[in-house]
């Protein structure tokens, strides 16, 4: 069955500090992937979309890494702040369609 | 523009009484999910129209939820009777998408969600 998982407990860090998040999925084969940040009572909003051919994408802070050969995004959140703490989503699309996962919470602490 | 507005942000209605959330796209937008979200199963996709039409209907629960799109920027979920097991949050969400392989950037444009509570 398909799969999408990412961490379902919170990741607390430190700011100035490195935030990774993970994304890993079983039997899809995406055209490619986005990320989303969500916070408390929000609709989720857009971040980043890496395509299939793409190894790795930049924006300000934020890099998204795709292997498709391992199944796995990776998203990056450099000298991390206390706003940044909210969920992250990874979504999935093969055909103009989006899955998403469950989300990651990242906590931030000053 | 304003975004994706959706309506009621929130709603409190007891079992059996019918529910219908509204949302307005994004102008110039052709694509539009419906989204629903709770701690249990995450986001889940309901319906997806492209130019108006219901393109993937498979993860409507059952024949008590109905989507319409009237036309180009505005859509309807409803259903009818509610039940306790509806409560959650429905998010609608648009985003361009071209055709012929065009493609648009892929990415979604959410409204802030409809928090639906059936007792």
């Known amino acids: 069955s398909q799969k999408i998982e990412q961490n379902s407990e919170a990741l607390n860090i430190q700011e100035g500090k490195t935030a990774t998040l993970t994304c890993n999925y079983t039997n899809y084969s995406p055209a490619y992937l986005q990320w989303y940040r969500q916070d408390p009572g929000r609709g989720p909003v857009f971040l980043l979309l890496?395509?299939?051919?793409?190894k790795e994408k930049r924006k300000e802070r934020l890099k998204v890494t795709f292997d498709t050969t391992l199944k796995q995004s990776l998203f990056h959140i450099t000298a991390s702040q206390p706003a940044d703490s909210a969920t992250y989503l990874c979504?999935?699309?093969?055909?103009?369609?989006?899955?998403f996962g469950r989300g990651t919470s990242l906590i931030v602490h000053p | 523009d304003a975004g994706v507005i959706q309506s009621p942000r929130h709603e409190v209605t007891e079992m059996g009484q019918e529910v219908t959330l509204r949302c307005k796209l994004i102008s110039g937008h052709n694509s539009l999910f419906w989204y629903r979200q709770t701690m249990m199963r995450g986001l889940e996709l309901l319906i997806y129209?492209?130019?108006?039409?219901?393109?993937?209907d498979s993860g409507m629960p059952e024949d008590r939820f109905s989507a319409k799109m009237p036309n180009a920027s505005f859509s309807t979920l409803k259903i009818q009777p509610s039940e306790p097991r509806d409560s959650a949050v429905y998010f609608c969400?648009?985003?361009?998408?071209?055709?012929?392989?065009?493609?648009?950037?892929?990415?979604?444009?959410f409204g802030e969600g409809s928090r639906l509570t059936v007792l």
């Open positions: 979504a999935l699309d093969e055909s103009y369609i989006p899955t």
């Open positions: 969400a648009s985003s361009y998408q071209g055709t012929g392989g065009s493609g648009g950037t892929g990415e979604l444009f």
């Open positions: 890496i395509r299939e051919n793409e």
């Open positions: 129209f492209n130019n108006n039409v219901p393109i993937d």
